[in-house]
C-alpha cells in the first residue's frame, strides 16, 4: 500500500535532468507532483519515468512555455478554477 499524499508542487523544468529527477524522487516520496512542460510529448515522457520510479506516484503534467506570459496566465487560470493546492 502506498502512503496518501500530504502535499503537492508545482514543478518547473521537469522534462529532463534534474527537474525529472527531483520529480521522480517527490513522487516516490510521496508528494503529488504537478509538472510543467512545453509539449505533450515531454508530458507523456515525464508521466512514464515518474510512474516507472514510484508507481503509486500522483503525476500531472501541464503544457505551457514559461516564456510565453499569456501561456503563464493560463496555466494560473487552469489551477486556479480548480482549485489545486500547493504546497
Not at 500500500?1 to 527537474?19: D, K, N
Not at 525529472?20 to 516516490?28: D, E, P, V, Y
Not at 509538472?35 to 503534467?61: K, M
Amino acid at each position: 500500500p502506498h502512503s496518501p499524499i500530504t502535499r503537492r508542487v508545482l514543478l518547473t523544468g521537469a522534462s529532463g535532468g534534474i527537474g525529472l529527477a527531483t520529480a521522480s524522487a517527490l513522487a516516490a516520496a510521496g508528494v503529488a507532483v504537478h509538472a510543467v512542460v512545453r509539449s505533450d510529448r515531454a508530458a507523456a515522457a515525464v508521466r512514464h519515468a515518474v510512474s516507472a520510479a514510484a508507481p503509486h506516484a500522483e503525476v500531472e503534467c501541464h503544457v505551457a512555455d514559461l516564456a510565453e506570459l499569456s501561456q503563464v496566465r493560463a496555466l494560473v487560470d487552469t489551477l486556479c478554477a480548480r482549485a489545486v493546492p500547493l504546497d
